[in-house]
T-cell receptor, first 111, second 114 residues
């Protein structure tokens, strides 16, 4: 069975500081991993994906994610957080024709 | 905008009502999805329509009935709902060829059952 886990329900970071939102995965075969963001009263927006290739994946809004096979992790990162980055973040993995989502991490960037 | 629209954006209905949620995608995708998002719970996949085949989560009650008349339109028919069905209902679409299955989401319908 394919699954992802987001160990933190809530992450707080000061504006201008680097941020990390954690995700670990458990998949058989090659993992296909995704990050989505959800702003209040909106649907999920695609940020980035890892299919194969470079372990550092760059996405929208200055976000990047690092794929680490030995640690089965796919953490989302940004060098300098903005207050507007405050949102709910979801990690997901592809299984069959579907995506399996993590439980979400609420990121709050404090001014 | 993601190219996926949902109407209505907000819906309040009584437990004896019948209503329908509508989703339309303008991306040329061949798969569409309904998700339920409740507070403090993981996203729950309810139904998938892919290449005209329907896949459903067996835990979804029969009071939710999907309809997919073509690859661009998806409906969720609601009848005799319960208060615990109050949630944000999200529609998504994707292209199932290749290896990506990247999904694009609509803004959701906020449903309140009274």
């Amino acid at each position: 069975a394919q699954s992802v886990a987001q160990p933190e329900d809530q992450v707080n970071v000061a504006e201008g500081n680097p941020l990390t939102v954690k995700c670990t995965y458990s998949v058989s075969g090659n993992p296909y991993l995704f990050w989505y963001v959800q702003y209040p009263n909106r649907g999920l927006q695609f940020l980035l994906k890892y299919i194969t290739g470079d372990n550092l994946v760059k996405g929208s809004y200055g976000f990047e994610a690092e794929f680490n096979k030995s640690q089965t992790s796919f953490h989302l990162k940004k060098p300098s957080a903005l207050v507007s980055d405050s949102a709910l973040y979801f990690c997901a993995s592809r299984s069959a024709r579907q995506l399996t989502f993590g439980s979400g991490t609420q990121l709050t960037v404090l001014p | 905008e993601t190219g996926v629209t949902q109407t209505p954006r907000h819906l309040v209905m009584g437990m004896t009502n019948k209503k329908s949620l509508k989703c339309e995608q303008h991306l040329g995708h061949n798969a569409m999805y309904w998700y339920k998002q409740s507070a403090k719970k993981p996203l729950e996949l309810m139904f998938v329509y892919s290449l005209e085949e329907r896949v459903e989560n067996n835990s979804v009650p029969s009071r939710f009935s999907p309809e997919c008349p073509n690859s661009s339109h998806l409906f969720l028919h609601l009848h005799t709902l319960q208060p615990e069905d109050s949630a944000l209902y999200l529609c998504a679409s994707s292209q199932t060829s290749g290896n990506y299955y990247e999904q694009y989401f609509g803004p959701g319908t906020r449903l309140t059952v009274t």
